[in-house]
């Protein structure tokens, strides 16, 4: 079934304040309640039209798209009922974000850690990053928004632990005028490899003395006093975008999802508040008929959300934390500002899946590199968060928070080389202290020189490979085919 043709259905969409419950239309930008000052999160009020459809004529109707060269139903856009049915096909961005591969960890891998994994690998996106699923969906928006205003020119403006930074700066650079990047980094905590992206695409990029959480207070102020797209996850668009992390799981498993255990980094609270919310979504519109389990994981250095649902339930007090160094930097986060949303909607979850259906696990730095080395040895490409679930995986089995017939999905949310600086410091030794992290020498890697003595310039080609391929021979202690007869 290859004919799919763009949808002419239109939902109705509209913000919806979590605190207060107002509502507002979708045809202008808005992050924060006009009335109460609480999150949004981004409702389709046309979503009961959907039900019409019966879930197995859903599940027909997204794998049938699955072969599609219609780049406006391609990748996350193979959801466009469930995303954001507003943007016409003109508006749809899709630069190959989204479908991203589920791996199974390798055999010997899932004996040594002691239970079924796979590692979705959403470093695979475009910009290396899942943050790309949310741009794809916010910057088609945005083009469907300039088309209605007719605006000349709109500032793109995000805060950053690099990643957002990344995926913005190389959405705005494909769609050009009237869009215009800038991106609020907090200086010395990006990686390098992070902070060359949006300098590549061309982003007007300023450093802020600070943490992440500085520079968000900095892009708040500018997004209520100026017209500028605030493209953090604090943005409900994003959060749209990002259910397909949700949705793609599900088809992967051919939409059954009982008995998975999805692992989720949290920093700003994002991701999981839309896995929560897609997971949902699929649910009520009978696409699925078991909610999976979801993990949160967060590290002892920035774990915020660990504490609020580590209280007894009914005295659980808010309480922003000041961040440590981590390894898992993309999520070093003190103050998430999708907690509240993460709050509503795991209410929700658990009332629909029961009680054990959402936690939050913290690991320590030690464990998070430590997991990320071992499954980068195992052939995956997770990045420092992706260790992170692996460590939150081992630490929740250990505490029996899930066990036999169960299986985990582990969220690589980027790919390893952007976090390759960490890997380095690991090998070398050189934790500045207030990591927390002992390397372990019997794990260090590094190259090694041949022929370190020799004057390489000198010598006859011949002359080179001879002495190198001897080299070679003695390191690895090669035995000669003719001396075997
Ligand atoms: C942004 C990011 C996170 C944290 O996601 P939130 O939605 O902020 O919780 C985790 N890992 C990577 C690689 C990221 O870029
Ligand atoms: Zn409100």
Same mark, same amino acid.
């Given at each position: 079934?290859?004919?799919?043709?763009?949808?002419?259905?239109?939902?109705?969409?509209?913000?919806?304040?979590?605190?207060?419950?107002?509502?507002?239309?979708?045809?202008?930008?808005?992050?924060?309640?006009?009335?109460?000052?609480?999150?949004?999160?981004?409702?389709?009020?046309?979503?009961?039209?959907?039900?019409? #459809?019966?879930?197995?004529?859903?599940?027909?109707?997204?794998?049938?798209?699955?072969?599609?060269?219609?780049?406006?139903?391609?990748?996350?856009?193979?959801?466009?009922?469930?995303?954001?049915?507003?943007?016409?096909?003109?508006?749809?961005?899709?630069?190959?974000?989204?479908? #991203?591969?589920?791996?199974?960890?390798?055999?010997?891998?899932?004996?040594?850690?002691?239970?079924?994994?796979?590692?979705?690998?959403?470093?695979?996106?475009?910009?290396?990053?899942?943050?790309?699923?949310?741009?794809?969906?916010?910057?088609?928006?945005?083009?469907?928004?300039?088309?209605?205003?007719?605006?000349?020119?709109?500032? #793109?403006?995000?805060?950053?632990?690099?990643?957002?930074?990344?995926?913005?700066?190389?959405?705005?650079?494909?769609?050009?005028?009237?869009?215009?990047?800038?991106?609020?980094?907090?200086?010395?905590?990006?990686?390098?490899?992070?902070?060359?992206?949006?300098?590549?695409?061309?982003?007007?990029?300023?450093?802020?003395?600070?943490?992440?959480?500085?520079?968000?207070?900095?892009?708040?102020?500018?997004?209520?006093?100026?017209?500028?797209?605030?493209?953090?996850?604090?943005?409900?668009?994003?959060?749209?975008?990002?259910?397909?992390?949700?949705?793609?799981?599900?088809?992967?498993?051919?939409?059954?999802?009982?008995?998975?255990?999805?692992?989720?980094?949290?920093?700003?609270?994002?991701?999981?508040?839309?896995?929560?919310?897609?997971?949902?979504?699929?649910?009520?519109?009978?696409?699925?008929?078991?909610?999976?389990?979801?993990?949160?994981?967060?590290?002892?250095?920035?774990?915020?959300?660990?504490?609020?649902?580590?209280?007894?339930?009914?005295?659980?007090?808010?309480?922003?934390?000041?961040?440590?160094?981590?390894?898992?930097?993309?999520?070093?986060?003190?103050?998430?500002?999708?907690?509240?949303?993460?709050?509503?909607?795991?209410?929700?979850?658990?009332?629909?899946?029961?009680?054990?259906?959402?936690?939050?696990?913290?690991?320590?730095?030690?464990?998070?590199?430590?997991?990320?080395?071992?499954?980068?040895?195992?052939?995956?490409?997770?990045? #420092?968060?992706?260790?992170?679930?692996?460590?939150?995986?081992?630490?929740?089995?250990?505490?029996?928070?899930?066990?036999?017939?169960?299986?985990?999905?582990?969220?690589?949310?980027?790919?390893?080389?952007?976090?390759?600086?960490?890997?380095?410091?690991?090998?070398?030794?050189?934790?500045?202290?207030?990591?927390?992290?002992?390397?372990?020498?019997?794990?260090?890697?590094?190259?090694?020189?041949?022929?370190?003595?020799?004057?390489?310039?000198?010598?006859?080609?011949?002359?080179?490979?001879?002495?190198?391929?001897?080299?070679?021979?003695?390191?690895?202690?090669?035995?000669?085919?003719?001396?075997?007869?």
């Amino acid at each position: 079934m290859n004919n799919a043709t763009f949808p002419e259905w239109r939902g109705r969409l509209e913000y919806v304040c979590i605190g207060c419950g107002s509502h507002f239309p979708a045809s202008n930008l808005l992050y924060t309640c006009p009335k109460c000052g609480s999150v949004l999160l981004l409702e389709d009020m046309a979503a009961p039209e959907l039900k019409k #459809t019966s879930g197995v004529k859903w599940r027909e109707i997204f794998d049938g798209r699955m072969g599609t060269r219609i780049p406006a139903l391609s990748g996350i856009f193979r959801f466009y009922e469930l995303i954001a049915p507003l943007p016409d096909e003109e508006d749809i961005v899709w630069l190959g974000e989204g479908n #991203t591969p589920e791996i199974e960890a390798a055999k010997r891998f899932q004996q040594e850690v002691g239970i079924s994994f796979s590692f979705k690998n959403d470093g695979q996106n475009p910009s290396a990053s899942f943050k790309d699923r949310g741009m794809a969906c916010a910057f088609s928006y945005l083009k469907w928004l300039c088309r209605h205003h007719g605006w000349k020119e709109v500032l #793109t403006i995000c805060a950053s632990t690099g990643d957002t930074s990344a995926a913005a700066a190389l959405y705005a650079a494909y769609v050009g005028p009237p869009l215009k990047s800038v991106v609020l980094l907090p200086m010395g905590k990006v990686t390098p490899q992070q902070l060359s992206q949006p300098l590549a695409s061309g982003a007007v990029v300023l450093e802020l003395p600070g943490v992440f959480d500085d520079c968000m207070r900095v892009v708040e102020i500018l997004a209520k006093k100026y017209r500028v797209a605030l493209l953090n996850s604090k943005n409900s668009w994003r959060i749209l975008g990002q259910q397909s992390y949700a949705f793609e799981i599900a088809q992967w498993h051919d939409w059954n999802m009982a008995g998975l255990c999805l692992f989720v980094p949290v920093g700003n609270a994002g991701n999981i508040t839309a896995i929560m919310a897609g997971c949902l979504k699929m649910y009520e519109l009978g696409i699925i008929d078991a909610l999976p389990r979801i993990f949160g994981v967060q590290s002892e250095h920035a774990n915020p959300v660990f504490r609020y649902y580590g209280q007894p339930e009914d005295k659980r007090i808010w309480q922003p934390v000041k961040v440590r160094p981590s390894v898992a930097q993309a999520a070093m986060i003190g103050n998430p500002v999708s907690f509240p949303r993460v709050k509503y909607l795991a209410e929700k979850y658990v009332q629909v899946a029961g009680e054990k259906s959402f936690q939050i696990v913290q690991v320590s730095e030690q464990q998070i590199i430590e997991a990320m080395l071992a499954a980068n040895r195992h052939g995956h490409i997770a990045c #420092t968060q992706g260790g992170e679930c692996l460590a939150g995986l081992k630490n929740a089995l250990a505490q029996g928070l899930i066990g036999a017939g169960e299986k985990a999905i582990l969220d690589s949310t980027a790919h390893s080389l952007k976090f390759s600086g960490f890997q380095e410091k690991y090998f070398n030794d050189s934790f500045e202290p207030e990591y927390e992290i002992k390397p372990d020498p019997a794990l260090a890697n590094r190259p090694e020189e041949l022929l370190a003595n020799v004057e390489a310039a000198s010598l006859p080609v011949d002359e080179l490979a001879a002495r190198g391929a001897d080299a070679v021979a003695n390191r690895l202690n090669l035995i000669e085919i003719e001396s075997e007869k």
